[in-house]
């Protein structure tokens, strides 16, 4: 092993080193008290002790939360990473901070990973630097991966579900609950079928007993996950608003829309089967049939020889 790259993993070591040094000291002292706080049982005599997953992801979640109060990230680059996290279901205080951390500690530790495995698998000094460099773009590249297959994940049960919260909402409404309160019946019946929903039922309940403008409250719930259906819906109810007209009326309209539009879905899904069933059966099937048809005369030929 050549000097050169022995200086290379000592300094991978030392930045893992100084890292996870930082990020056993990146808790703040007011998130060392609210933790200790949201560990105590009301009533009683004595503190919860945290699970050692729970500290870590503390540990973890300081780190990325003084990246980002050092502003070593743009505002633009924190603002796409907020939106693509709440996107993605994650709005809690501790996404933005959990995320940043995690793609800190995997942007350093894989490409020390990847360098100490070529090194045990005996490669050259060019196998550990490709190995590095690839672990280094894995680190990068994975929690963004990751994040995006979550969002398009939970935008998918979002949009599968919305139909039949629509569907109980126009219930609620016709039955003459108002806005708020048939939001919240749905809430409490769907939450158990389709959380996603629910989720964004429940803040836009929050918003809307928060925020004087109703219609800024309905606007944010159609710009959160970027659903054209939510939009839709938002936009119903703003017009609904506006211009008095019955809201039980416009909501059956848009609900039978979206089950049109989750039908027309399902059969376009329904006809590419077709299509999706063609290569296995040219794979197992076709062979199958050569070998019963052709066999026999492949078995003459064979004797005659």
Known sequence: ?????????????????????LMLRGMTQRQRVAQRLRSIKPGAERVLTLSPASAALGRVEGLGASVVRGRLLSPSTLEGLEQTLRA????????????VGAKIMLLLATPLAFALGCYLLELDETGMLIGA????????????????????RYLARLERG?????DLLVICAEAGLALQPAMQR?????????PQVAAEFRLTLHELRVLTDRR????????????????????????SIQYGTPMSQALRMLAAELRQEQLLRFEARAARLPVLLTLPMVAFILPTLFLVVGGPAAVQVMRLW
């Not at 749905?186 to 389709?194: H, N, S, W």
């Open 1 to 21: 092993m050549t000097p050169d790259l022995l200086l290379l993993l000592g300094i991978l070591a030392v930045l893992f080193i100084t890292t996870v040094m």
């Open 88 to 99: 993605a279901g994650f709005r809690g205080e501790r996404a933005l901070g959990l995320f």
């Open 133 to 152: 460099m690839v672990g280094g773009a894995i680190g990068l590249l994975a929690p963004d991966f990751i994040a995006s297959r979550l969002r398009a």
């Open 162 to 166: 919305l139909p039949d919260g629509l």
């Open 186 to 194: 749905v809430v409490d019946e769907i939450a158990g079928v389709f």
């Open 216 to 239: 800024e409250a309905l606007t944010r719930m159609g710009k959160r996950t970027r659903v054209i259906a939510l939009q839709r819906l938002a936009q119903t109810l703003i017009q």
